[in-house]
Structure formats: C-alpha cells, structure tokens
C-alpha cells in the first residue's frame, strides 16, 4: 500500500520478463511528503485512474513506450471507451523497486551499478512551464542550493512568471524526502549514460507538450507536472505510474489552483506545516520522527469541493459524464472563497 495508491502483485518480474500489476488508485492523497492525511477526498481514485488512462492510450498513439496495458472492470482489462462505468483500477508491466541503502545517515545508490534492466529509476522529472508562487525554484535560488544558469535564466524570476522554456527538474524518488540533485549526479547515481539522460529529456518535454494541448482545449494552463520512467528487458525507457492527474500536475484556471495545491494552502501555516518543515531541516533522511504534531483534517466544505475538481476534470478532459458533478468552471467559482 502507497500513501495514493495500492499494488497488487499479479505476476511477478522474473525470467527475464516483466512482471504485471495492477494499481488501485485510492482516495487519500498526500502533501509535504507526508503519507496518507486525516481524510479522504471521493471518488478522488476514479477520477485519477480515466484520466491517466486516457494519456497513456495518446501516448501509445505517439510511439512512447509505457507500462500501459489498460483497465480494469469486472475482473478483464478494457480501454476507456468500454468502460460501462469509472474504475479505480489500472493493469500495467510490473518493473522491479530496487530500493538505495541507508548507510551513515547517507543514501547508497551502488546497487545501480550491477541492474541493467527491468526496474523502475529511483528519479522523478519535473518539467515547469511557470514559476507560480510557493514553487521550490525560489526557495533553491535564495538558499543558494540552485543557481540561474542551472535552469538556463538570466535574470531573478518571479512569482508567477510564464517560462519561454520550460525548465525540467530531476530529484530523487525513493528517499525520505523529496531531494533535488543536478543531471550529473542523477547519471551518477543511477549509472545512466548521458544518451539516457538526453532521451529523459525529450520524452518529459513531448509529454509536456501533450498535456499542455489537452488541458488548454478545456481551459486550464499546465504549469508543471512529474514523469517516472524505468528501463524494459531491453534497456529501453518507459514510461511508469501514472500522468497528466490533478496528483502528478499543477494546472490553473485564470491562477486559480486546480490541482492537491489546494491542499497545500489550506495546510501552509498550520503548526503541522511548520513542524514538518522544521525536522526536514534536521534530519533529511528521518524527518518524519522528529514531527510531534498532527495534520488536523481539512474543512468538510473544502474536501468536498477538491472532490468536485478532480472528477469534473476527469469529466472534461475526457468527453464523458463519467460524474455526476457540476462544470469544472462552476466548481472553480465556488472553491475561489477559500483561497482568498
């Protein structure tokens, strides 16, 4: 069980072949690194598991390879447009988590430079087409941890600045926090070849593009989003998780949030917040241990309103009344009170 979703194991990688699994995409979310919080958002998983099955089958159209296979309703996988009803759950090629060993308070990243196949590449990617405010690229300029000419800018930038380029961003996946590195020490760490990072690239920039366009014709700008990828048996790159969901990106609506941000407003200020951010200051690998409060749970109103995004999103990137809600356009209007 994950903090958003559940695996189930259907056959194991083995053999040299991959493995298949299947995703339960819950109704817990996550902020601030944190794990499952105090409530639960309905019908949150339905919405996420339509709406990143939908990119997969346009990606599959492009020729990017992903761990794809379909979803799944009455026990058979199906494409969307079977679908009788939303499903929470996706099947998909299994690849191996090999997980980086703690030694000395320090993570040891070796074991990458045995594994040549079939395995999930401890990183995330983020590409950013605007720097709203609360991104972690100011906090990094002004702590000193990132430079300008790392994110190919001249200038300082500012809060809520439109990139004519879009920056992409690497950190670490499967470590206590969070931890932005550099591109030379991602190839480092996990024994990629700089082919393999040029090839990251590109295709995080064409599923940038994609998502962009599709959220555009319903009127949301994409500002970022997170890309996972992992090696076939073959040593080629593909694409794993999930994408294009209000978990995985940032989208706004004329600067209103439409994405879990929500939930990381309301929670920025509360004593948790502050908290947490203290013991990630301490102790990056064992935070968590030194955080002695509790996340309250958000206002009934509020959760119920984030409820209403994600499946009217779903609803409208897709073309399908898979919910019974209101427009994204009406939800937005009414949530808009609690982020002034």
Request: with cysteine; aromatic share 10%; net charge negative.
């Amino acid at each position: 069980m994950g903090s958003v979703k559940d695996l189930v194991v259907v056959k194991k990688p083995e053999d040299g072949k991959t493995g298949i699994g299947r995703f339960v995409f819950s109704d817990r979310y996550s902020v601030f690194d944190w794990g499952e919080m105090p409530d639960h958002i309905i019908d949150k998983g339905k919405a996420i598991c339509i709406a990143t099955a939908y990119f997969f089958a346009k990606l599959e159209k492009l020729g990017i390879r992903t761990h794809y296979l379909g979803v799944v309703e009455d026990g058979k996988v199906k494409r969307i447009d079977e679908l009788k009803e939303p499903t929470d759950t996706m099947e998909f090629k299994l690849l191996r988590v090999i997980k980086p060993k703690i030694q000395a308070n320090t993570y040891d990243y070796s074991v990458y430079q045995e594994e040549k196949v079939k395995f999930l590449i401890p990183l995330e990617i983020i590409y950013r087409n605007s720097l709203p405010e609360g991104s972690s690229v100011f906090r990094r300029l002004n702590a000193g941890s990132l430079k300008l000419e790392d994110i190919g800018l001249k200038e300082t930038p500012v809060p809520g600045q439109v990139l004519d380029q879009p920056i992409i961003d690497v950190f670490t996946k499967l470590e206590a926090s969070d931890r932005y590195i550099n591109w030379e020490e991602a190839r480092r760490i996990c024994n990629l070849s700089e082919n393999e990072i040029e090839e990251m690239k590109r295709i995080t920039l064409l599923i940038n593009d994609l998502i962009t366009k599709e959220v555009s014709k319903i009127g949301l700008f994409n500002e970022d989003g997170k890309v996972e990828l992992g090696f076939d048996g073959d040593r080629n790159l593909m694409l794993v998780d999930a994408l294009g969901t209000l978990d995985e990106c940032r989208f706004t609506y004329e600067g209103l949030p439409v994405s879990k941000e929500i939930a990381r407003i309301s929670y920025r200020g509360t004593i948790w917040h502050k908290d947490v951010e203290d013991a990630k200051r301490k102790d990056e690998v064992d935070w968590k241990s030194l955080v002695k409060t509790l996340p309250p749970p958000l206002p009934t109103e509020l959760a119920n309103s984030i409820s209403l995004i994600y499946k009217a999103y779903t609803n409208e990137l897709t073309g399908r009344k898979w919910f019974d809600v209101p427009s994204l356009r009406e939800v937005l209007k009414a949530i808009k009170g609690f982020l002034e």
